[in-house]
């Protein structure tokens, strides 16, 4: 329902009238242009006000409402505080509003293979998932799948989603789809199409206009994606790393996925040597070799060195900043640091209790933190079989942790909604509200954009949805975050940037 108070514009008479450049052309006397200013007024702002308002930042709101304003939260609060006497409102009811659901880790493109491969070992469905995409033309079957799924996830209240693609080419199909997007382009070296190497990766962003730009109104942004730790050679590693960093793009990487991994990182034997050993294009000498912790250490140590490196050449061009000293050039380094590209590590299924407290340590939930994210998929994590994740002990330990469906052949949906009534089942005594930071804010601090989404607070983007509440939701004790979760209702309304999306079908 949107009504306005104080004046008597309404849905009908909003979508029918002319705006712009032609009705300021041709003003129709006063009357009509107070119509019109209203109506302008209106397009750009309006008061959505909701039985519960779950700004994640903060405790819930009953009886809230979260003024919109050019695309951004103006003001959230009770009812009573937010409404203006001018104000257009939208009241949704008996719903919940929350910050839209951000899918930090998935494949739009191997959308195609739903339902195709079996739950199994990674290393049963690897080689079956290479093979698949091997058969004949499946290229433009991957695009229309993932543009179809993009639409899915916003439908399931995914109002961004961190997607990877081999080569980019679903990118310019989802320019469609009005979903927020970070757009990882995955490098494989030695792959039998490119990128192949970082030189064809930055070559490849800048064929598609890529930047870090996240105000961008679009909503498009981008991010680098090394595969894993055996498929990318250490130095092409290094040099994702650095092109990162010196572009400010996030990068993301699968790592620690299986306990195999491990052993060939560190031995060079197990089920993964026989896997390398199948696809000679894998220069197993030039790959790292160690264990996780030695891994990250060099990713980080190689990121704060590009961050030296940054700002020694922006200190030469600006006789000002030049560093003195040394100690100077530690502290452009430190600076530097803070606004590194954020990392975020996918899986991290097994990994040691240092490697955890590393990461903890380097998370962005720390003051010092240096943008270090990990992106557990949950349902994907039961279809491969792996024990259990150890998401609860890394969010003690301060590590970031948001969430990721992976892709549709190795999951039901690509709903982060499914995600978190799936972990609600299975970790019933974690609070609901901590998950649905996991599913929010999280998600958004792990793809660079936590000053831009996340959160319902003034001046973040309004990415909004909205969930009916069917119990009663009245009483003290009353835990809306929880009634989401342990409920199975659809979610009814989606906003990105403050424009309404339909929900179809
Ligand atoms: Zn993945």
Redesign the pocket.
């Known amino acids: 329902m949107l009504r306005a108070i104080g004046c008597c514009v309404n849905s009908a008479e909003f979508h029918g009238v002319e705006t712009g450049e032609r009705a300021h052309a041709r003003p129709r006397g006063a009357l009509l242009r107070r119509t019109m200013r209203l109506m302008a007024e209106a397009a750009d702002s309006r008061v959505l006000r909701a039985d519960w308002v779950l700004p994640v930042c903060g405790p819930p709101i009953g009886n809230g409402a979260v003024r919109i304003e050019g695309g951004r939260i103006a003001a959230v609060g009770g009812a009573d505080e937010v409404f203006r006497r001018e104000d257009c409102v939208e009241d949704l009811g008996r719903v919940a509003l929350l910050p839209g659901l951000v899918n930090a ?1 998935a ?1 739009l493109e191997l959308s195609v293979y739903a339902g195709r491969l079996p739950p199994s070992s990674l290393w049963d469905w690897l080689p079956r998932l290479i093979e698949l995409r091997r058969e004949a033309e499946p290229a433009r079957n991957e695009v229309d799948a993932a543009s179809r799924a993009a639409w899915d996830c916003l439908s399931a209240g995914v109002t961004c989603i961190g997607d ?1 693609s081999r080569n980019g080419r679903v990118f310019a199909a989802l320019d469609d789809v009005p979903i927020r997007q970070v757009r990882f382009l995955e490098l494989i070296s030695g792959a039998a199409e490119p990128p192949r190497d970082p030189d064809e990766l930055g070559l490849a962003l800048d064929a598609m206009g890529a930047s870090a730009d996240a105000s961008r109104p679009s909503g498009r942004n981008w991010g680098v994606s090394p595969h894993s730790p055996y498929t990318v050679t250490a130095r092409h590693l290094d040099a994702v790393v650095r092109l990162a960093v010196e572009r400010r793009l996030p990068l993301t990487m ?1 790592v620690a996925e299986t306990m195999e991994e491990r052993e060939w990182l560190e031995h060079r034997t197990g089920r993964l040597a026989e896997f390398v050993a199948r696809h000679p294009a894998l220069n197993v000498e030039r790959m790292f070799k160690g264990d996780v912790l030695g891994l990250l250490e060099r990713m980080s140590h190689v990121a704060a060195g590009s961050g030296v490196c940054v700002v020694r050449k922006a200190a030469r061009e600006s006789a000002e900043e030049r560093p003195a000293g040394d100690d100077a050039i530690v502290t452009a380094g430190s600076r530097s640091r803070r606004t590194a590209a954020p990392m975020v590590f ?1 899986h991290c299924n097994y990994v040691r209790d240092d490697e955890i407290a590393w990461l903890g340590a380097r998370s962005w939930k720390r003051r010092s933190g240096r943008g270090i994210s990990v992106v557990f998929c949950p349902r994907a994590h039961r279809f491969f079989g792996h024990r259990d994740h150890p998401w609860r002990r890394m969010l003690a330990a301060g590590v970031n942790v948001c969430l990721g469906s ?2 549709l052949a190795s999951n039901e949906s690509l709903s982060i909604l499914d995600e978190l009534r799936f972990l609600r089942r299975i970790a019933p005594e974690c609070p609901a509200a901590t998950l649905l930071e996991m599913a929010t804010h999280n998600g958004a601090a792990a793809l660079g954009l936590r000053d831009e989404i996340g959160a319902i607070r003034v001046g973040l983007a309004a990415d909004l949805i909205a969930i009916p509440l069917l119990s009663d939701c009245g009483g003290d004790e009353f835990d809306p975050a929880a009634a989401i979760l342990d409920g199975g209702e659809h979610v009814s309304h989606v906003y990105v940037g403050g424009v309404r999306r339909q929900i179809t079908g």
Request: proline share 0%.
């Open positions: 880790h494949h990877i699968h996918a992976d892709s």
